[in-house]
């Protein structure tokens, strides 16, 4: 079993910055394939960003290419989503999951709780 706390969440103004972290603990995660998703009121839940569990594919949806990147630090078994230019549509909750397998694969195995983003016009 993987546990997965996000953290770092917050309110920023439009064109802002902030990165957002998610630690594992139960397991290594070094041989899953990590990711993360948001969903904002009203909406489904949708991919934001994926890393291979080597680090060397990494995945975005069309919407936050160039924009945000996605990164992990298997020795602190966490994982990171630095957002920069910041839009009022990224305001949503940002959910870590984590799966034994491709990254290329949107079905996760294990989910955090998530944490709000908010961006203020």
């Known amino acids: 079993q993987v546990q997965l706390v996000e953290s770092g969440g917050g309110l920023v103004q439009t064109g802002g910055s902030l990165r957002i972290s998610c630690a594992a603990s139960?397991?290594?995660?070094?041989?899953?394939?990590m990711g993360w998703f948001r969903q904002a009121p009203g909406k489904e839940r949708e991919f934001v960003a994926g890393?291979?569990?080597?680090?060397?594919?990494?995945l975005y949806a069309d919407s936050v290419k160039g924009r945000f990147t996605i990164s992990r630090d298997n020795a602190k078994n966490t994982v990171y989503l630095q957002m920069n230019s910041l839009k009022p549509e990224d305001t949503a909750v940002y959910y870590c999951?984590?799966?034994?397998?491709?990254?290329?694969?949107?079905?996760?195995?294990?989910w955090g709780q998530g944490t709000q983003v908010t961006i203020s016009s």
């Open positions: 999951a984590a799966r034994a397998g491709s990254v290329r694969t949107l079905e996760y195995d294990y």
């Open positions: 139960g397991h290594s995660i070094s041989t899953y394939a």
């Open positions: 890393v291979s569990w080597r680090g060397g594919i990494r």
